[in-house]
């Protein structure tokens, strides 16, 4: 299985939840885009289904391989659902966290905490080779703090506290643990429906 990104953190967290629940999958038999070499795909598409099966769709033409790719971003509701498919490159450079982070707090700013809602999306497109198809989506609800806290995770996650989380504590996504992490998740939502729908495609 080939995930369709170049994300070494996305590569391990797919690793860690989609081998164990599939049978017969080890972590080391799902390789990365850029392990096999292949070229960025441009996210050109207007919506997180469009881009992740976009990238899917290349992945699996290019290898022969069954292909997943994720597409994921931060939804804040006071922005209208921005920064969204935006988010990696909300700053304007692709994958800068720090800058994506610094911006985003400066547009809350004068924003109370009771509408700093906000929740990270991701949806997961699975492509067979001969052309069969799978998306799924995941969700997970939360608020934004109005400064970083945790060293662990990527992203917006230093600033998201996640609603639903083990035992209902206030850590950011970027202070739990990655089982705690992965529990509660949209990757984890998204990646969990697709392992109970991986069938279709290996039948």
């Known amino acids: 299985m080939v995930l369709a990104s170049h994300n070494a953190k996305k590569l391990r967290e797919l690793q860690r939840i989609l081998a164990p629940a599939v049978p017969g999958l080890e972590a080391e038999q799902i390789v990365s885009a850029a392990g096999l070499g292949l070229p960025d795909v441009v996210e050109d598409a207007v919506s997180f289904e469009g881009n992740a099966l976009k990238k899917a769709r290349s992945a699996a033409a290019a290898t022969g391989l069954l292909a997943v790719a994720d597409d994921s971003g931060l939804a804040v509701d006071v922005l209208g659902g921005a920064p969204g498919i935006f988010s990696a490159r909300w700053s304007g450079r692709h994958g800068d966290d720090e800058a994506n982070n610094d911006l985003l707090l ?64 206030s850590l950011t996504a970027a202070e739990l643990s990655p089982e705690d992490k992965d529990a509660v998740s949209h990757r984890g939502r998204a990646l969990r429906e697709l392992t109970t729908r991986l069938g279709e495609l290996l039948s």
């Open 106 to 169: 400066a547009q809350l700013s004068d924003v109370p905490d009771e509408h700093r809602s906000a929740r990270f999306v991701s949806v997961v497109a699975a492509v067979h080779p001969d052309g069969r198809e799978l998306v799924c989506r995941g969700e997970m609800p939360g608020t934004l703090l109005r400064a970083r806290r945790g060293e662990g995770g990527f992203g917006y996650d230093p600033l998201f506290v996640p609603d639903d989380q083990p035992g209902g504590g």
